[in-house]
DNA sequence: GGCTTAATGCAACATCTTTGCTTTAAGCAG
DNA sequence: CTGCTTAAAGCAAAGATGTTGCATTAAGCC
């Protein structure tokens, strides 16, 4: 058997990707509602109990293969400018949060009670990406950008709409946010906001 | 037995009221992991089949005990100037949902898969409560506000903190806040934004 | 007062979740 | 390479939760 072990790690490695693969094939299959873990297990070829001593539960489950899914596969596209790599990323940002997928696992992400893992590390992946920006906005002599005021600006509102108020953010929406923060950042610099007490 | 019914309309009612108050009490006392349905409607004196053919999951009845809890009682402090009422209701709306209390009610409302009418309800409040300051403003002859800048500039980042980064605002995050929302409608006011398609 | 209808109670059943114990497999020392 | 140690998984029974058909109750309406 060790010829399927493609992956190294043990065991253990090998059912987490087991059960985190039979879970994104169930949510794919029969939807978000119609999952639990006796299902997730069986397909996976594990037992429930396995899932249920790992992961706690099916909200937590859900939470991690989300986050999992959420990891960006690639830094974002580099369109010359950094005008353009913003509108690129946060356009493409808003597109894939506010389809139904997306608002899916945002949801299941918030919905981790017990370690809120979950939704620090998606954070940590939009940080990452703005900070790419930044970094190759400098690298060519640009601007750059303040990553707690982007996602103050940008980020935020998008997230709030599709939360809140449960529909996919229009371009011409995410356009108002770029014009805004580029206003801001052009005409009226603020000193950086410190987000933490 | 008709001098309980405190109020009209009905067993329904005086059962939807019965399974909130003992959902309220049961997450005050035991906290909101060591809840279940048969407790709650235990507590309620209903069966649980009552609660689960009525509400569908412990999701959705936490998600419509939350919204209920979360609705406003009064209308937001008149501080006596525009600026003073929206920075004093700005303050208690980061203190109150950043509080872990508040967290908690906002994660149960965004948790709802099934119809997301909780979500909305709640951003309702909030757009009513800018409302009535656009409106208190303009009776005093001051400017007023742009009820969807308000909350991309002011409530969206302070939720996407709390729900993401998972951590109380703090009071200079939120002034920041305010300082930007001020210089935008100051300096640089920009055309009011859609945010429906 | 009697009828109609929607909602609840009850109880049996199905399913999910937990837990103690056994078994497996990975890591490590000799 | 073999045997020991330990963490994780399997198994199975017990416990709790979720579902459903049918009887009963209560509210609204002639």
Do not use: K
């Not at 249920?52 to 830094?75: F, H, K, M, N, S």
């Amino acid at each position: 058997m060790a010829r399927e072990m493609v992956r190294q790690g043990g065991r253990s490695a090998r059912i987490q990707e087991a059960v985190h693969a039979a879970t994104q094939a169930l949510l794919d299959e029969v939807g978000r509602s119609e999952i639990n873990v006796p299902m997730i297990a069986e397909r996976a070829g594990v037992t429930p109990s396995t899932v249920y001593r790992r992961w706690g539960d099916l909200a937590q489950l859900l939470a991690d293969t989300a986050a999992e899914r959420l990891r960006p596969v690639a830094d974002p596209d580099d369109t010359g400018s950094f005008a353009g790599d913003l509108r690129a990323f946060v356009q493409q940002y808003a597109e894939e949060m506010g389809s139904p997928v997306g608002r899916a696992l945002m949801r299941d992400v918030l919905a981790e009670t017990a370690s809120e893992h979950a939704a620090a590390r998606c954070c940590a992946y939009t940080i990452r990406h703005l900070q790419t920006l930044n970094s190759r906005a400098l690298a060519r002599g640009e601007a750059g950008l303040s990553v707690d005021e982007a996602i103050d600006i940008l980020i935020a509102p998008i997230c709030y709409r599709i939360l809140f108020a449960n529909g996919e953010p229009s371009p011409d929406y995410v356009n108002g946010l770029l014009a805004r923060f580029a206003g801001l950042n052009g005409a009226n610099p603020l000193p950086s906001l410190h987000h933490q007490a």
